[in-house]
């Protein structure tokens, strides 16, 4: 059974910094995209941040300079590091694994950014 748990998520002030971790099981981690996904109450789940399975990342604008994804095949994790957070910020975010039409998602872990 594949299990994607995400965790690391909780409110923050604006300007602060949080560390999101995502543990996979039951997958072959090291083959598959890993990607970082969004949601804001009332908007669509939007991509934040993809790397691929040879270390190539890429960024939504409205994080570029701000976040930073990456991974540890050997701890089957990819982490996401915010910071300079901005209210903006604020959804569930949600880890994604994808490899050809194989896809899974996590669970979702909120992150808050407020004074």
């Known amino acids: 059974q594949v299990q994607l748990v995400e965790s690391g998520g909780g409110l923050v002030q604006p300007g602060g910094s949080l560390r999101l971790s995502c543990t996979a099981s039951g997958i072959i981690f090291s083959i598959f995209t890993m990607s970082w996904y969004r949601q804001a109450p009332g908007k669509q789940r939007e991509l934040v941040a993809v790397?691929?399975?040879?270390?190539?990342?890429n960024y939504a604008d409205s994080v570029k300079g701000r976040f930073t994804i990456s991974r540890d095949n050997a701890k089957k994790t990819v982490y996401l590091q915010m910071n300079s957070l901005k209210p903006e910020d604020t959804a569930v975010y949600y880890c994604?694994?994808?490899?050809?039409?194989?896809?899974?998602w996590g669970q979702g872990t909120q992150v808050t950014v407020s004074s």
């Open positions: 994604y694994a994808e490899l050809s039409r194989r896809n899974y």
């Open positions: 790397i691929t399975s040879g270390g190539s990342t």
